[in-house]
């Protein structure tokens, strides 16, 4: 808030009680909506080139207020988003700043978990079931070097940009692709293999635990802060051994 002084905000239960009179634009990747996002909401990716033109075409097809929201807390697109809109002239747009986890624990009837009303809250993964499947970089590579798991990058085009960290083992796949990720995630249960998954900061991979929950899979790995990660203990080993 203190960041985004000039963008207007909603908090969590004014935003319910006025839910039926306002728009709401799930503002993430169009994976983490199909994840989780509260019932009723329309994905428009922030990060899309097509932000702007989409949220201007919203603007003329209705009067009401736009509310747009995020994962909340740490992630501040809902402040970018709403930012945005106010920089390319679109009006009434207020972010909400609690987001769509926030909203699930206290609003689970009004909320969608892999298309399906979720029942309670005890559906959301704690952090502490997360945190089980998290590995430090080392171990991740030391894994990659003494098994034959299944390695995936699961970065977008984007964050990749060419760049490999264990050339020759790892397959990438896009989020969205999810013919892609199931042919990966069926050879590894046919061939009684781990699945070690990276991304680029460690975030992503948390929406993907319930989509390999929801496929049964159990033996998976993270790369805990992900491929930034990675490279930053990378330099800081480097400059270790330069002293």
Not at 19 to 41: M, N, P
Not at 110 to 131: C, H, P, R, V, Y
Not at 183 to 198: M, S, T, V
Not at 231 to 239: G, N, P, V
Request: aromatic share 10%; hydrophobic share 35%; net charge positive.
């Amino acid at each position: 808030r203190k960041l985004y002084e000039s963008v207007p905000y909603i908090e969590i239960e004014d935003l319910n009680k006025k839910l039926k009179k306002v728009v709401i634009v799930d503002v993430r990747s169009a994976y983490e909506f199909q994840t989780l996002h509260i019932k009723g909401a329309v994905n428009i990716t922030l990060a899309s080139k097509t932000f702007v033109k989409k949220m201007k075409e919203l603007r003329k097809s209705t009067d009401k207020p736009i509310v747009v929201y995020c994962n909340g807390k740490t992630c501040m697109k809902s402040y970018k988003a709403a930012r945005k809109c106010q920089i390319e002239k679109i009006e009434n747009v207020t972010a909400f700043d609690s987001g769509v986890l926030d909203w699930a624990k206290k609003y689970p009837s009004k909320t969608l978990l892999l298309g399906e009303t979720l029942k309670s809250a005890d559906q959301l993964i704690s952090k502490k079931e997360f945190t089980k499947h998290l590995i430090t970089p080392d171990q991740f590579g030391e894994r990659v070097a003494s098994t034959n798991a299944i390695i995936l990058d699961v970065r977008d085009v984007f964050q990749r940009e060419g760049i490999s960290i264990f050339i020759g083992r790892e397959f990438a796949v896009n989020l969205d692709n999810t013919k892609r990720l199931n042919r990966f995630i069926a050879k590894a249960k046919i061939e009684g293999k781990d699945l070690l998954i990276y991304d680029a900061s460690g975030k992503q991979v948390r929406w993907l635990q319930y989509y390999l929950k929801n496929k049964g899979v159990k033996e998976y790995y993270f790369m805990k802060g992900g491929i930034n990660r990675y490279f930053k203990e990378m330099r800081e080993q480097e400059l270790a051994s330069k002293k």
